[in-house]
């Protein structure tokens, strides 16, 4: 029902973006990556079948910038068959409500997101005093309430397959988020990150301001097991994929890729971890 659906408490316009906002990118025939401020959309589906599914929603108030997104590639009036969440951060959910209004669809996330889907419980607050800039330090502004989508919103089936996506499959990779997932097609290695990994500085998420890219680990303000992130990048790493659509930054393609993400692997403790932090343990170091 749709009066069950909230947005969480704290729920605002975020101000911030990126030169690479308004951007889109077709990756490959059937996906097709956007820029809403300084995250990614991703639009799974070759547009001439009009069968075709959304990866996360964008940042707060950008319902009609999607919507628009959408009808530019799908024509006007198409629809998704669903929405598949990576996870539940207010930069991937920021106009989920609207979207759900506008369309009926479902939604989709792990089962260990849905707490933060559902009104349950919140995020941890971000960690301001982590090491990594001006993006941390502007944290405390972000929502971290939880968001309720009620009935709209239900688990992805346990064994792996996601819902009008017949040819990905989803792995769960935690540490940024408990319930964090990325997707994957074995077909030809395509990889949908979410936040387990990113391609921009950290301390730049906000001004992508040249095309450079540099691979890193999820966004570090809101991690908050990096023993579990560690794990999840070790994972997607081992499934050698020829391209990846992170949740922040260009997609990554190709040498660039395989060595980078074998480069973070092998020194995830330098270039991920943050030197300090609330949500540091002290092992790693
Ligand atoms: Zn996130
Ligand atoms: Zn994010």
């Known amino acids: 029902m749709d009066n069950e659906m909230e947005y969480g408490s704290d729920y605002k316009y975020i101000p911030a973006t990126s030169v690479g906002s308004g951007m889109g990118m077709e990756v490959s025939h059937d996906l ?10 991703i639009l799974v589906g070759n547009p001439r079948t009009k069968d075709f599914v959304l990866v996360d929603a964008g940042m707060p108030n950008s319902a009609d910038n999607i919507i628009s997104i959408v009808e530019e590639r799908f024509g006007k009036n198409s629809r998704p068959k669903a929405i598949i969440l990576t996870h539940g951060h207010f930069d991937h959910v920021g106009a989920i409500i609207d979207l759900v209004k ?31 800039g001006m993006v941390a330090k502007m944290s405390p502004m972000f ?6 989508l009620g009935d709209k919103v239900e688990a992805l089936p346990s064994d792996g397959a996601i819902p009008h996506l017949p040819d990905f499959r ?15 097609r074995d077909e030809d290695k395509a990889l949908i990150v979410g936040d387990a990994f990113v391609t921009v500085k ?48 260009l997609p990554m393609t190709g040498d660039l890729l395989s060595e980078s993400l074998e480069k973070l692997v092998q020194e995830f ?13 002290g092992d790693f170091h």
């Open 32 to 41: 097709y990556c956007h820029t809403i401020q300084i995250v990614n959309i």
């Open 102 to 132: 506008h369309w009926q669809i479902p939604v989709y996330a792990h089962e260990l997101e849905m707490p933060f889907l559902t009104g349950q419980k919140s995020y941890p607050e971000p960690d301001p005093t982590v090491e990594g």
């Open 143 to 148: 929502p971290n309430e939880p968001i309720n």
């Open 170 to 184: 989803w792995i769960h990779t935690p540490g940024h988020s408990p319930g964090h997932v990325s997707l994957f």
């Open 202 to 249: 950290q301390d730049s998420l906000y001004k992508v301001l040249t095309q450079e890219q540099e691979i890193n680990g999820p966004p570090r303000y809101l991690t908050t097991d990096w023993k579990a992130a560690k794990e999840s990048v070790i994972r997607l790493e081992a499934l050698k994929p020829s391209v990846a659509i992170t949740g922040h930054g």
């Open 269 to 281: 403790e330098r270039i991920a971890i943050p030197d300090y932090g609330k949500y540091v343990d």
